[in-house]
């Protein structure tokens, strides 16, 4: 039977590279996004390759996010393969001039949502005893940068979140994994920097990661077999060897 994967995130960048990478491998899709037109292009795209049901919620409203799941049709129920990959970064300031609204934002979406999302689909693999939960982190998670305070914070969480259900589902046979990525360009740098042309320098000078390069490693991942986890990747660029060292040929 072809599985089905739910991917958050599902209208852009990482999200939607895994969406397109997993159709063109027959996995099933229920894609999640919070603009409607893009889940039904998407859904246009992909259904020529495989079954696809968007749900349209924002993963921050914990009850449209508990009803969205709920509502699946039976012939989407059964989610083998969670990838929680809604996620953002508000702002660049440091700690003494942040916006509380940022921190909520990335607070409410890095980490609630995921938390929300994950406690709607969990219960059904535990009692089927199966399934693999990724969660998109950060190298932000493994090191704090300059200026970077509250959103390492809440990719800090992701990966204690991370570490706590794979030890919570051990006896359950359900894989968790987290996929760290280092400097990808997508839409990414656009919200955290409200559209201000500081965006496009973000990646000017070297080969950054694609969205395609991660959904690879994602596709990967729920490909091993049934005995092999890859419990956390980081993945940075060849030109980046931390958060502050880039290579860049300006």
């Known amino acids: 039977m072809d599985k089905i994967a739910l991917i958050t995130g599902a209208t852009s960048g990482i ?9 063109k491998h027959g996995i099933n ?17 992909l259904s020529r390759e495989t079954d696809v049901h968007t749900l349209n ?11 969205a799941i709920a509502s699946l049709p039976e012939d989407f129920k059964t989610i083998d393969i969670l990838i929680n990959n809604a996620g953002n970064a508000h702002g660049l300031d440091p700690i003494h001039s942040g916006s509380l609204d940022d921190w909520d934002a990335m607070m409410d979406i890095n980490v609630k949502g995921l938390l929300y999302v994950s406690k709607a689909v969990i219960p059904g693999m535990t009692e ?3 399934g693999h939960i990724i969660n998109i982190g950060s190298s ?3 090191e704090v940068y300059p200026k970077g305070n509250v959103y390492c914070a809440s990719k800090h969480a992701v990966l204690a979140i991370t570490e706590g259900m794979r030890i919570d589902l051990n006896p359950y046979g359900i894989k968790v994994s987290a996929i760290n990525p280092g400097l990808v360009e997508t ?3 656009e919200v ?5 042309d500081i965006a496009d320098d973000v990646y000017k000078g070297y080969k ?3 969205a395609e390069d991660i959904a690879e490693i994602i596709h990967f991942a729920v490909t091993r077999p049934a005995h092999v986890n890859l419990a956390d990747v980081l993945v940075f660029p060849t030109a980046q060897a931390n958060s502050t060292t880039v290579k860049k040929d300006l």
Do not use: M, P, W
């Open 15 to 23: 999200g939607r590279a895994t969406a397109h990478v997993f159709a």
């Open 192 to 196: 955290r920097f409200k559209g201000n």
């Open 57 to 67: 919620f924002d993963v921050r409203d914990r009850e449209a996010t508990l009803n």
């Open 140 to 142: 932000a998670g493994k």
């Open 187 to 189: 839409e990414f740098s």
């Open 128 to 130: 089927r005893q199966s």
């Open 208 to 210: 950054a990661l694609q």
């Open 29 to 45: 899709l229920i894609l999640c996004g919070r603009r409607q037109q893009r889940l039904d292009s998407i859904e246009k795209a």
